[in-house]
């Protein structure tokens, strides 16, 4: 199993930019794809985007151009930066990871961090 804990998240002015981190912690993560996710009030949670070991990245459609992961496989980490901040962004964003295949396939991600809440005002 992989242990994943969020940090970043907070209040956010529409418009502005945000940058969440997750720590990965496990036994031979680079064969792991890393994700981000998020949940809105009274919506169903949501794949963002994904990151391979090998750096290749994927991104869901409805976010792709705001958003960007990146992955230091050195550290352990993976980030993700959000820009053009808008009310729908508000959510829960979970760090998630999966046991190699395709990183955009969001279903079959199964190692989840505890959630960081992002609030756009």
């Known amino acids: 199993d992989v242990q994943l804990v969020e940090s970043g998240g907070g209040s956010v002015q529409a418009g502005g930019s945000l940058r969440l981190s997750c720590a990965a912690s496990?036994?031979?993560?680079?064969?792991?794809?890393l994700g981000w996710f998020r949940q809105g009030p009274g919506k169903e949670r949501e794949g963002l985007a994904g990151?391979?070991?090998?750096?290749?990245?994927i991104y869901d459609n409805s976010v792709r151009g705001r958003i960007s992961i990146s992955r230091d496989v050195g550290k352990n980490t993976v980030s993700l930066e959000m820009n053009s901040l808008k009310s729908d962004d508000t959510a829960i964003y979970y760090c998630a990871a999966k046991y190699g295949g395709n990183c955009g396939d969001w279903a079959q991600y199964n190692n989840w961090g505890q959630g960081t809440q992002v609030t756009v005002s």
């Open positions: 496990g036994r031979a993560l680079r064969a792991y794809c």
């Open positions: 990151v391979s070991g090998g750096g290749i990245t």
